[in-house]
Nanobody
Framework: QVQLVESGGGLVQPGGSLRLSCVGS????????IAWFRQAPGKEREGVSC???????FYVDSVKGRFTISKDNDKNTVYLQMASLKPDDTAVYFC???????????????WGQGTQVTVSS
């Protein structure tokens, strides 16, 4: 059974940093991609970043240069390092897995429960 658990969210001031973690079980990162999505109140879920099984990374334009996705296959964990955070980054962040990267939430069958990130002074 595929399971994902996110952690690392919290309250941070504008310009600050956070590192999110997504721990997977029931599958191997050697064969699957992991994507990070976020959903702000009243808005649709949007893709933020994705890393493929071979380590290729993708970012939405709004986070390029500020967010970095990485993974540790031995720990079956994917990280999202977020820097220079802005109030617009406030959302619940989810990780999801599939065999490739996609920006469409409907393409992912397995999701974590989400972790709240709030950027505010």
């Amino acid at each position: 059974q595929v399971q994902l658990v996110e952690s690392g969210g919290g309250l941070v001031q504008p310009g600050g940093s956070l590192r999110l973690s997504c721990v997977g079980s029931g599958f191997s990162l050697d064969y699957r991609a992991i994507a990070w999505f976020r959903q702000a109140p009243g808005k649709e879920r949007e893709g933020v970043s994705c890393i493929t099984a071979d380590g290729t990374t993708f970012y939405v334009d709004s986070v390029k240069g500020r967010f970095t996705i990485s993974k540790d296959n031995d720990k079956n964990t994917v990280y999202l390092q977020m820097a220079s955070l802005k109030p617009d980054d406030t959302a619940v962040y989810f990780c999801a897995t599939d065999y490739g990267c996609s920006w469409y939430p409907a393409d992912y069958a397995s999701w974590g429960q989400g972790t709240q990130v709030t950027v505010s002074s």
